[in-house]
């Protein structure tokens, strides 16, 4: 499992795009970028994968440069539910152990 | 609906005394697993399962006894539990490599032990 760096927290206001950046020096050929989302009391759920360039689904959207030691999750004018913990986890086929690491403390503001 | 179901849902419970937190999932998914969160120490892996009748610690299995006798079921025992194990737990399924497939994560488990 590569080991990540993700800032502690960010604040951000409604509206506004945020963009949480990765770090994962480390990162194998083979594996896959993944970041989950937690609210309070309740487990993680599921965002976004990208192996490399550009991925985008209905929720958010995962930039990958071509060395690939970094990931940015953006996502597109924040709203105050999308306050949560988010996670950033890099592996691959061969990783069946997790560690979510503190994650990202995103509070977003009116 | 595809889930995965925890129960029970609350438990406060005694030292010592053995209890079993049930978790199973509909979509036949094969590794499943189980994690505590705490305060200030985040999620953290007990044990998982990338198969029936294959079980693996992960970071901290000590305490916990897990079995994997079918794929939908993923029973997590504290065979005496004692108050450090007070905590919220959440069971886990996917397809495959947690890190390949998308894991979907039960309501959670939130255990007290006095």
């Known amino acids: 499992l590569a080991k990540t760096t993700q800032p502690i927290s960010m604040d951000s206001y409604e509206g506004q795009e945020v963009n949480i950046t990765c770090s994962h020096n480390n990162i194998a050929t083979n594996d896959y970028i993944t970041w989950y989302q937690q609210f309070p009391s309740q487990g993680p759920r599921f965002i976004i994968q990208?192996?490399?360039t550009k991925v985008t689904n209905e929720v958010a959207s995962l930039f990958i440069p071509a060395d690939r030691k970094s990931s940015t999750l953006s996502l597109p004018r924040v709203s105050l539910s999308d306050t949560a913990v988010y996670y950033c986890l890099v592996g691959g086929v061969n990783n069946n152990d997790m560690r979510f690491g503190a994650g990202t403390r995103l509070t977003v503001k009116p | 609906e595809a889930q995965v179901t925890q129960n029970p849902r609350y438990l406060i419970t005694v030292t010592g005394k053995k209890l079993t937190v049930t978790c199973s999932q509909n979509m036949n998914h094969e590794y499943m697993s189980w994690y505590r969160q705490d305060p200030g120490l985040g999620l953290r892996q007990i044990y998982y399962?990338?198969?029936?009748?294959?079980?693996d610690k992960g970071d901290v299995p000590e305490g916990y006894k897990v079995s994997r006798k079918e794929k939908r079921n993923f029973p997590l025992i504290l065979e005496s539990p004692s108050p450090n194990q007070t905590s919220l737990y959440f069971c886990a399924s996917s397809l495959g490599s947690p890190l390949i497939y998308e894991q979907y994560f039960g309501p959670g488990t939130r255990l007290t032990v006095t």
């Open positions: 399962s990338m198969n029936v009748e294959v079980t």
């Open positions: 990208g192996y490399k």
